[in-house]
Structure formats: C-alpha cells, structure tokens
C-alpha cells in the first residue's frame, strides 16, 4: 500500500504549488535581501557594492542604538505585561468568575480583533494634551493634578504604546492561557486540597508548575510578537518625538524609502531577523533543559 | 470538550452538600466577593468606556470639541459625521481594496495550504522533514526582511498599480503558519483512513478533495480566521506595495485619513474609527468563540 501515499506525481500536484510561492515570495527575497546587506543605492538609482560597510556602520550609528535598546526595551516590558496580566485573567477566568467567565472573556477579547491603526487612533485622542485635552489629562485636572504632555515626551510615549499594546493584546493572552489552565486535571487540584493546600501554597506548587508549559509559549510567541513592532507605533507616535519611540521595523522602514539606502535597511531586516531566531532558540533550550529538570 | 466532561463529572458528587454551606456564610460571603466585583467592574470599564467614549464623539460637531471637555456627552446627534467620514475618507474604494486583497488571498492560502499540508504529513515520502522544517523557518521570518527584494521584483514586472503584490505577498507570507497547522490537523487522522479509500479506484488526489479536505473543514475555518485577521489588519504591505491613494487598504486609508484630516475636525475621524471597528465587531458578535479558539490555537501551533 505504500505506493498510493508514496505517489510522486500526487505529492508533485498537491505540494507543487505551495512550494513555489512560499520559494518565491519568501526564500528567494530573503536570499536576496542578504545580497543587498553588502552593496548601496536602491533600484532607481543603481547599486554599488560597498563590502561590509553596512555591518560596519551598525556599530557605529547612534541612531540603530537607541533603535535597538527601544526595541529590547519594549519587547522586555511587553512580554512581562502581556503574560503577567494575561495570566492573572486568565486565573481569575478559572478559578473565581467559573462559568460566568464566559462574557468578561468575549469582552476582553474583542480589541485583539480590531485593526492596529484604528486602536492607535482612538488612543491618540485619549492621551490628546493639544489643541484640547483627551479625557486621561481631563480626568488628572479634575483631580487637581496638571495636565500631562503623554506624547510629547520620549518617556510618557513609551508609556502610552505599552499601555495601548497591552490594553489592545492582553485579553488574547489571557484565553491563551486560560486554554492552558483548563487542561489541569480537577482531581489534581482537589487531591491538593485535600492534602492541605490552600490559596498561595496550592498556586505556587500545583498551579504555576502545571501551566509552566503553556507559560513558556506565551512567551516565545510574545517575544516573537513584541520584537517586530511595528503597525502601533507608525500609527500612535510615528516614532516621535525626535527618533525617541522608533523600534527597528520602523528605522529599516525609514532607511529603506526615506532616505532611499536600501542596503543599510536588509542589513537592519537581517539584524531583526538573527534576533528573532536567537529568541526562539535560546527560549526553547531554557525550556526543554527545565523540563528535563 | 473533554476538560468539560472531567470538570463536570469531578464537580457532580460535591454539589450535594455546598448550598446549605453556602447560605451559612451569608453577609460574609459577600463581603468576601466584593473586591471581585470590584475588579470586575474595573475591567469593565477599562475595556468599554474608550470605546463608549469614541462614540459619542463621533457624534459631535466641531463647535462641540471646543466648547465642552470630551467626556460630555453630545448635546445633538450629528449623525452625518458618517456620512462625511466615508466620503472624505474614501471608504468605499479602502473597503473595497481590502476585501479584493483580502478574499482571493484567503482561497489561495487555504487551498495551497491544506493541499501542502496533507502532502507533508499523510503521504510518505524522502526529504518531508527537510520540506517540512524549511517552511516552518518561515514563520519566524519578519515581514521587513523580504519587503525589498518584493518591492524591486513588483517594480521591474510592472505590477506595481494593481492589488496584485498584496495578494502575491499575503499568500506567500501566510503561508507557512497555514502548513504548519494543517501538518498538525492532518496528524490526528490515521493514514489507513486514505489508504482504504484508494483500494475503493479513487486516486489520492481524489480521495484527498473527497476525503482529506471534507475531514478538515473545522481546522480550515480556524486557519481562515487567523489568516483573514493577519491579512485584512495589514499595515506594513499595504503601505508599500499599495500605497497610491486608490490602492489604499482600510488601515491605510485610516492612517492617510487622519494625517490630513484630523487635525481639523475630530467628529469625521471618530466616525472613520467607528466604522472600521463597526465591521469587524459584526463578524466577531457571530463568531466569537470560533475566533477565539482559533488565534490562540494559531498562537500555540506557531
């Protein structure tokens, strides 16, 4: 019987076409695009090859560090965000709300789904200091404090794209890891209890252990995720003020069609790309050698 | 399902004895549930009040924005901040490109998708894994990093002015999450299922469309969903591949809409915001649980 599954014309037929776009829009580009690491200029203009002057240059430009560090910076205090306030949810979903949690969950849900740019806007106006105040300054002068400039200043916009990527994401991580807790087998839990463990004790050496699973892939994905980006700040900050809220997506963007250098920009695409492999790996070893713990 | 079905049955034998214990606690009881509720509420809040908020400003004049803090409600109900936002915003052309980049990426995606991922996983074959392994890389993989090479590719075959490299991209870069779920699908349903089907005269490119697809069609919606959400709240293609104004996406547009627009006058631009989430919370009021399961089974998978 291993003929019909081993049928070469059939896994031509059925393989075939998926494999030509997947080598065409995604690994040629990405060969090419470590071609273009080594030369300058942009199609209309031409190219010259420049060596490795480009990966020289990432070492030399202030403006990739300051890049890079809002880049760590960000993904770091997404990525504790994203899954500390999900899981905290996600426990009160389980383990208080029950059945009920079904409307709170929906609920909490919903800004995962809206667009990126819609989300940004509406935050814009909420932290809004001129020519009017948005409701947050509002509501900190009707309680006697000023009126703050939030995006205006490199570290009150900081705060503004965490609290809007959190608000905006944080109830996906919340059924990511409800779906993670509701696996913990009840007889589990009632046999701890049973045993005498209550509150902290029982979340801290029943709970926290059994989800650890789902917690380490909360957070590849979250890392994966916060590392590339890009739509909400374009849209909330534009990287502004100054290149002070500009992550690495954004500055390549700007090399590559600003300022038209479309070699300095693959080598800032490479340099984002080696970090999300890096990520993954690193995170998946850690994982692999404390469950071998 | 079957976390359900233990929780229940475990649950059962203890329901007997707690109501009496219940009662007992009484005022106690509540007292104990009140920060709950005040947490409760606070979420509540923290979720509906922005968007109650952008509402009610859609509705205001420009005079309104001036004269009275924005928390007020509208003193009338000007109704045609919509009708100026479509128009000024040009949503009838966004919409219409997102939905004409959007709907033949989603059929390409799935049926490339699916195909390729019955070929990796049920039939057997040399170099699978190798396949396999090399598409899931592409997961990982930034949209920045192919962005110019596309760009360059789109510009020398003159498909730059149409929808076509959003379509050519999404489907490209969509891809490899698709396989990689529809491998993991395809692995739950034994091979001997196909094999017998063969026996019966049917090829197996016929028993996969007769067979193969129609098992899978719960995993296809789920994959769908993921993808329509990935594709259709775009940003980064869309501005570069499509970004003359009648090319404009939906995120586009609103991103174009409010740089020249919403400096001048807010009630139009709260109108625009209003109408792109409209959409997407009609399909999510039908779909919600679907949805759900469905992102985060992508997010676990990838």
């Known amino acids: 019987m291993k003929s019909v599954l081993g049928d070469r014309r059939a896994i031509a037929i059925l393989l075939g076409p ?77 383990f208080v709300l029950r059945r009920s949690s079904v409307l709170i969950r929906t609920l909490v849900f919903f800004p995962v789904v809206v667009p990126t740019v819609a989300i940004a806007l509406l935050f814009q106006k909420l932290f809004q200091s ?59 839990i009632e046999s701890a209890r049973i045993d005498g463990a209550r509150h902290w004790s029982l979340f801290r050496h029943i709970i926290v252990p059994l989800s650890l ?11 994966n995720g916060t590392i590339k980006v ?22 390549m963007y700007r090399t590559a069609f600003a300022f038209s250098d479309y070699g300095y920009g693959s080598t800032i695409a490479l340099l984002l790309t080696i970090m999300c492999l890096l990520v993954t790996i690193v995170i998946f070893r850690s994982a692999r050698r404390d469950i071998t713990n | ?45 923290i ?21 009275s803090p924005s928390w007020w409600l509208p003193a009338e109900w000007h109704w045609e901040n919509y009708a100026v936002a479509w128009e000024a915003g040009n949503l009838a052309t966004t919409v219409r490109n997102s939905m004409l980049a959007t709907v033949p990426s989603l059929l390409l995606i799935v049926l490339l998708g699916v195909a390729a991922g019955f070929a990796l996983e049920v039939m057997v074959w040399k170099g699978r894994n190798a396949v396999l392994l090399t598409v899931l890389a592409g997961i990982m993989v930034p949209g920045q990093m192919i962005l110019l090479p596309l760009f360059t590719i789109y510009y020398n075959i003159h498909l ?19 396989i990689f779920m529809m491998a993991t699908y395809f692995r739950a349903i034994p091979r001997e299922i196909f094999e017998a089907s063969t026996i019966d005269g049917a090829s197996i490119i016929r028993s996969f469309f007769s067979i193969g697809f129609p098992m899978v069609r719960n995993a296809v919606v789920t994959v769908a969903l993921v993808q329509f959400f990935l594709i259709w709240n775009d940003l980064l293609f869309a501005i570069t591949f499509a970004n003359r104004k009648e090319l404009n996406t939906v995120q586009a547009g ?18 625009a915001i209003c109408i792109t989430m409209g959409g997407i919370l009609a399909l999510y009021l039908f779909l919600n649980q679907r949805i759900m399961q469905g992102l985060a089974a992508g997010a676990v998978k990838g």
């Open chain 1, 230 to 251: 890009f739509d909400s700040v374009l849209a909330l900050t534009g990287g502004q003020p100054g290149n002070s809220t500009t992550p690495l997506t954004l500055y």
């Open chain 2, 1 to 45: 399902m079957t976390a359900l079905l233990t929780d229940s049955t475990v649950a059962q034998p203890t329901v007997v004895a707690p109501p009496p214990l219940r009662r007992s606690r009484g005022p106690l009881h509540y007292v104990k549930r009140a920060p709950v509720a005040l947490v409760v509420v606070l979420l509540l809040v």
């Open chain 2, 254 to 271: 609103l991103l174009s809409f409010s740089g020249e627009y919403g400096q001048l006058d807010y009630g139009p631009l709260f109108a």
């Open chain 1, 130 to 188: 001129a020519p009017r105040d948005g409701v947050v300054n509002e509501l900190l002068v009707n309680v006697g404090l000023g009126s703050v400039d939030w995006l205006g200043q490199a570290d009150t916009a900081f705060l503004v794209i965490v609290v809007m990527d959190i608000w905006r994401s944080v109830g996906f991580y919340a059924v990511l890891l409800f779906a993670g807790l509701i696996d913990i087998p009840e007889d589990i």
């Open chain 1, 18 to 94: 998926a494999l030509l776009v997947y080598t065409l829009v995604m690994l040629v580009p990405v060969v090419w695009s470590f071609g273009y690491t080594f030369v300058k200029g942009n199609p209309l203009e031409g190219f010259r090859f420049s060596g490795i002057d480009n990966f020289a240059r990432l070492f030399v430009d202030p403006d990739i560090r300051d890049a890079l560090f809002f880049t760590i910076k960000y993904a770091v205090v997404m990525t504790a965000g994203q899954v500390i306030i999900g899981y905290g949810l996600a426990l009160l979903y389980i």
């Open chain 2, 47 to 67: 979720e509906i009040y922005p968007l109650f908020w952008m509402f009610m400003n859609s509705l205001k004049s420009s005079q309104e924005f001036i004269s």
């Open chain 1, 213 to 223: 699973p789902i917690l380490f892939s909360s957070i590849i994905f979250s890392i």
């Open chain 2, 160 to 178: 730059t002015g149409t929808l076509w490299p959003l379509i050519i991209t999404y489907v490209g870069h969509g891809l490899p999450l698709t």
